[in-house]
């Protein structure tokens, strides 16, 4: 199924959030957010979170390692819509500064966003980013 063009729109404004992001800036991003306590934020730097309060401080958490940065490409894997919800799948790479480095760093992120129409808008209701981007060895799920 094609996405309406109101969530082509959304997909946009998630892809010009991450190059606030990579620049420590997670305003815009919150902007996108579903204010109800359903909507979650999982990322590579903590546990998930629920709800307006947590997700605002993991993400600012997370926007806080970055640095100096821009988004550089999106390769969608899945995107999909009814008239109420809707997901994208998509590596997200960019570049910026993690961390303490002092040097550009290349970036690449496996992410899942999921979309809810409220209140005539598309809202992110979930969001979950990790590093896994390539095929994994078995032994990387056992905890250190």
């Given at each position: 199924?094609?996405?309406?063009?109101?969530?082509?729109?959304?997909?946009?404004?998630?892809?010009?959030?991450?190059?606030?992001?990579?620049?420590?800036?997670?305003?815009?991003?919150?902007?996108?957010?579903?204010?109800?306590?359903?909507?979650?934020?999982?990322?590579?730097?903590?546990?998930?979170?629920?709800?307006?309060?947590?997700?605002?401080?993991?993400?600012?958490?997370?926007a806080s390692n970055y640095r100096e940065g821009k988004?550089?490409?999106?390769?969608?894997?899945?995107?999909?819509?009814?008239?109420?919800?809707?997901?994208?799948?998509?590596?997200?790479?960019?570049?910026?500064?993690?961390?303490?480095?002092?040097?550009?760093?290349?970036?690449?992120?496996?992410?899942?966003?999921?979309?809810?129409r409220e209140d005539g808008a598309w809202r992110l209701?979930?969001?979950?980013?990790d590093p896994i981007t390539v095929r994994q060895a078995?032994?990387?799920?056992?905890?250190?």
């Open positions: 199924m094609g996405a309406p063009d109101d969530f082509q729109q959304a997909i946009g404004a998630s892809h010009r959030a991450l190059d606030q992001i990579a620049s420590g800036d997670p305003s815009a991003f919150f902007e996108l957010f579903s204010e109800r306590e359903d909507a979650t934020l999982a990322n590579p730097y903590g546990p998930p979170a629920r709800g307006r309060r947590q997700i605002e401080e993991a993400g600012r958490r997370a988004a550089i490409g999106f390769e969608n894997f899945a995107t999909f819509a009814t008239a109420d919800l809707a997901y994208i799948l998509e590596i997200e790479r960019f570049e910026a500064k993690v961390a303490g480095r002092d040097d550009v760093a290349q970036v690449a992120l496996s992410v899942t966003s999921i979309f809810r209701v979930h969001r979950h980013a078995p032994e990387s799920v056992l905890q250190a």
